[in-house]
Structures are given as structure tokens and as C-alpha cells.
T-cell receptor, first 116, second 113 residues
Framework: DGGITQSPKYLFRKEGQNVTLSCEQNLNHDAMYWYRQDPGQGLRLIYYSQIVNDFQKGDIAEGYSVSREKKESFPLTVTSAQKNPTAFYLC???????????????FGPGTRLLVL | GDSVTQMEGPVTLSEEAFLTINCTYTATGYPSLFWYVQYPGEGLQLLLKATKADDKGSNKGFEATYRKETTSFHLEKGSVQVSDSAVYFCALSGRNTGNQFYFGTGTSLTVIP
């Protein structure tokens, strides 16, 4: 079954704790993205990766970290430095940047992070 | 910079009514344009897309035409159903954005029987 999986569906964080959100894909896509969605708002880009072992900051990277050790996986860590982490987090994939192809992004089901 | 401006909601329609959700964009060059749909508690699903001027994207009765002269990509459906109730996002991706996406703020649609 091809697609993008995100786990867990709900995640609770205690004050001062780091938590990691999982994103796995079997679409063989090169590019992966993390977005944050707050109620009634659009999506804001946190980090993205166009290729294994490389990633770039998005618009709101502060308080977050990522790694891209495998093509299939792009985990997001929400650190204790992120003071307002409560949001819906969406992972997306794309075939990768190309001067000739404008890619489409495909989204996972999301993880809702709540602070205790 | 590149951006998308979307009609604010919420929008409430009766079943079988005509739907229009406005979307305009600002971009250099020739972006690709997309509509995504998000059902409660879920991720975004691609609804339709258009990659060049005058292209019409269509899916599940929804349509949108890429209008370069008015920099618009309005979403339309002739007869909405209760199951169309969701949040709709307009988005663009372009060469100048490194294929990054820019999303509108979303329009919530509720269809009542």
C-alpha cells in the first residue's frame, strides 16, 4: 500500500520535553517537507529536504530540528525551545526540484501535538 | 514574493447549490496552481491542478481554470453535496520558489441538506 504514514496520530508533550514526530514514505519521492497548521490558518513550512543528508530551514524553523538519513524517512523533533508547539503537523513529499517539472506535493494524515 | 490570496470563509451552502471559491495569486514567471481539500482531522488531499495558462483542472465535479490575465484560479462546482463539506486550500508552486509551495489560508465549506 503506497503512501505517506505519520505517527503517532496524537502526541502529548510535557514542558521541557523534546518529542519526535515520524514521517515515512514509500513513494520513492526525493523531496520531503514538514508543515505546521494552526486553527483557521494556512500551512507554514518548517523544514524541507530535497535529497538524503541535506535539508533547509523553512519559514518557522526555530525550535525544531530534522534529519534525513534515509530517503524514506524525515523525522521532525520539536524541542523544548519551541514555546508554542500545540498544532497539527503535516508531512508532505514531492518528486523533487526540477527545472523542467513543477512538482505536486502529497500529504500524510498528520500528527496533532498537544502540550500537557 | 510569491503569494496566494484566498476567499475568506466560512461558506455555507444548501445541497445542490453552485460553489465558487475565489483564489488569486502573485508570482513571477509561470507557477503551477493547485487546489487541495482537507477533511476534519486529516491531511490535505490533492483535488486538482493546472500547470500553464488556460489549463483547466478538474476532479470529482470540481473545476478551476488557470487565468493568467487575472492571476486567478477560482474553484467551482455546479452542485455541491453534503460530503463536500471540508476546508479548501489554494496553492502555488513555481520555479522562483524552488518548487516550494505557498498556500492560501483555506476556506471552510459546510453543505447543509
Amino acid at each position: 500500500d503506497g503512501g505517506i504514514t505519520q505517527s503517532p496520530k496524537y502526541l502529548f508533550r510535557k514542558e521541557g520535553q523534546n518529542v519526535t514526530l515520524s514521517c515515512e514514505q514509500n513513494l520513492n519521492h526525493d523531496a520531503m517537507y514538514w508543515y505546521r497548521q494552526d486553527p483557521g490558518q494556512g500551512l507554514r513550512l518548517i523544514y524541507y529536504s530535497q535529497i538524503v543528508n541535506d535539508f533547509q530551514k523553512g519559514d518557522i524553523a526555530e525550535g525544531y530540528s530534522v534529519s534525513r538519513e534515509k530517503k524514506e524517512s524525515f523525522p521532525l523533533t520539536v524541542t523544548s525551545a519551541q514555546k508554542n508547539p500545540t498544532a497539527f503537523y503535516l508531512c508532505a513529499t514531492g518528486q523533487g526540484a526540477s527545472r523542467r517539472v513543477r512538482e505536486t506535493q502529497y500529504f500524510g494524515p498528520g500528527t496533532r501535538l498537544l502540550v500537557l | 514574493g510569491d503569494s496566494v490570496t484566498q476567499m475568506e470563509g466560512p461558506v455555507t451552502l444548501s445541497e445542490e447549490a453552485f460553489l465558487t471559491i475565489n483564489c488569486t495569486y502573485t508570482a513571477t514567471g509561470y507557477p503551477s496552481l493547485f487546489w487541495y481539500v482537507q477533511y476534519p482531522g486529516e491531511g490535505l488531499q490533492l483535488l486538482l491542478k493546472a500547470t500553464k495558462a488556460d489549463d483547466k483542472g478538474s476532479n470529482k465535479g470540481f473545476e478551476a481554470t488557470y487565468r493568467k490575465e487575472t492571476t486567478s484560479f477560482h474553484l467551482e462546482k455546479g452542485s455541491v453535496q453534503v460530503s463536500d463539506s471540508a476546508v479548501y486550500f489554494c496553492a502555488l508552486s513555481g520555479r522562483n520558489t524552488g518548487n516550494q509551495f505557498y498556500f492560501g489560508t483555506g476556506t471552510s465549506l459546510t453543505v447543509i441538506p
